[in-house]
Nanobody
Framework: QVQLVESGGGLVQAGGSLRLSCAAS????????MGWYRQAPAKKQRELVA????????NYADSVKGRFTISRDNAKNTVYLQMNSLEPEDTGVYYC???????????????WGQGTQVTVSS
């Protein structure tokens, strides 16, 4: 089994910053992509925020480019999301995911964390 645990959410004023962390643990052989998604209060679906490959290549949603930075520590199986210049529209539950291989021969599976609340007040 693999578990992803997020931390770092909270309440912040517009223009402020937060740093989210997501640590993967359990039966891990390797992790390919890791990412962050969010679900806004009025929306039913999660939307992509940022993803990063094991080699460090990152992609971002247009709405967060220049404000958010995704990074990862492969030795710690952890992905981070540094969020600056936060806006009320960034409010939501933030979920991390990771594509994990539990053995050398397995195809891999996408695991999700439980989510962490980010609230940005105006």
């Amino acid at each position: 089994q693999v578990q992803l645990v997020e931390s770092g959410g909270g309440l912040v004023q517009a223009g402020g910053s937060l740093r989210l962390s997501c640590a993967a643990s359990g039966s891990i052989f390797s992790i390919n992509g890791m990412g962050w998604y969010r679900q806004a209060p009025a929306k039913k679906q999660r939307e992509l925020v940022a993803v990063i490959t094991s080699g460090g290549n990152a992609n971002y949603a247009d709405s967060v480019k220049g404000r958010f930075t995704i990074s990862r520590d492969n030795a710690k199986n952890t992905v981070y999301l540094q969020m600056n210049s936060l806006e009320p529209e960034d409010t939501g539950v933030y979920y991390c995911n990771a594509h994990v291989k539990t053995t050398q021969l397995s195809y891999g599976y996408l695991y999700w964390g439980q989510g962490t609340q980010v609230t940005v007040s105006s």
